[in-house]
């Protein structure tokens, strides 16, 4: 299917309704995907990247619809992560001359996936190419997310292709972003920066003032993954601004798992308490063995504070909470205090663990934890209580 956005430029890539997780299993997919490629037809035609491999033939089939491949003047490579550059194998063996612009490091990466020595040519920021009417200007932005990371803006119809910045994991062919449910919309853009962008907030907001500081008006944001923002789209820019910026709600988060239900006790009587402040803090819990781990993390990213709990098990923790933790610890998480809770009936050591884990990850422990032996009884539900109030208000301060 092509889509017509301007008089020069169509949407030419596939929509993903059955993916369930991404980058392996890192990422879910609750609501599909989409590997947006976009064919610019002017004096000069040029491609903007392509798609994820089980959809190559598809993909170039669909391609060779919309124009002779012959007449395709260049390829753009924004960013050469497989699920955007994997049809360039089977594309170049038709128009193997074809040259492909990308960054110095995105020729490292594609040379580095493909072991091919493609027809590249090689930009920097403020780099132009002419395509008649129009030209392309290029923005290097590297670990956005990955180091060959870069942003492609057409004059004339004032596009910002933007690669993986901007986008979401959201199957839809509306493709617009006025003509989707907004609150899908709104939760999906932020569970992909919480999960993909957010050890890279000090770049995101240095690179968005770079891209406005260059005073280009933009009619669109073309991203590889979601909808196009046409509506208002600068909306998104200010949002990855405010999420760059030690972003919180007012909300605290608990984490935990559980053995025998005595640290389920636990979490919920630190709730009760964090809801008896009653300073309109939004509490969440979430059982790490039963829950999507890209949810709780989003649920993580907008906390002020969280609270993480396992019961002891041969002196360490439950592998659902380790694991969580060694997520948490890789996004680099600022601004947010914690504490650790957990059951044992002998050792404890439990609590010492998560401490420390919460201290690897950037938080602010507040307290050395609480550990209850055995089936909490009324005295540990009452601590647990009451370190869900001291919670509450630690977040005030």
Known sequence: MTIKI?????????????????????????KGSSYNSYLIQDEKNVLIDTVWKPFNQEFIAQLQETIDLNKIDYIVANHAEPDHSSALPELMKIIPDTPII???????????????????????????????????????????????????????DSILFSNDAFGQHYATELLY???????????????????????????????????????????YICPSHGV????????????????????????????????????????????????????GI???????????????????????????????VNKG?????????EEIKGLAFTNKKAVAFGSYGWGGESVKIISKLLEESGFEV?????????NPDEKIEADCYNLGRQMAEATTD
Request: hydrophobic share 40%.
């Open 102 to 156: 990308c960054t110095a490091n995105g020729v490292k990466s594609l040379r580095g996936l493909y072991h091919q020595d493609w027809n590249f040519k090689i930009v920097k920021t403020g780099d132009k190419v002419s395509v008649g009417s129009k030209e392309l200007i290029f923005v290097e932005a590297p670990m956005l997310h990955w180091p060959d990371s870069m942003f492609t803006y057409l004059t004339g």
């Open 228 to 279: 196009i923002w046409r509506d208002n789209p600068l909306q998104i820019v200010q949002q990855y601004q405010e999420w760059a910026n030690n972003y919180q709600e007012n909300q605290i988060t608990i984490l935990y798992d559980t053995m025998w239900d005595s640290t389920k006790k636990m979490a919920h009587a630190i709730a009760q308490g964090i809801i008896a402040a009653d300073i």
């Open 317 to 325: 923790i439950l592998s659902s909470v380790a694991g969580i933790m």
């Open 6 to 30: 301007t008089d020069t430029v169509s949407w030419v890539g596939k929509v993903d309704w059955e993916i369930k997780t991404f980058h392996g299993e890192e990422y879910s997919t609750h």
């Open 366 to 374: 507040v307290n050395e934890g609480l550990k209850g032996q055995w």
């Open 177 to 219: 972003n006025d003509l989707v449910n907004q609150a899908e919309l709104q939760y999906e853009c932020l569970k992909y920066y919480a999960n993909i962008l957010n050890p890279f907030n000090r770049l995101v907001d240095k690179k968005i003032k770079e891209v406005v500081g260059l005073g280009l008006p933009v009619s």
């Open 282 to 312: 939004t509490v969440k819990l979430y059982n790490t063995a039963q829950r999507d781990k890209n949810d709780i993390i989003t649920e993580v990213f907008k906390s002020r504070a969280i609270l993480v709990g396992s019961p002891t």
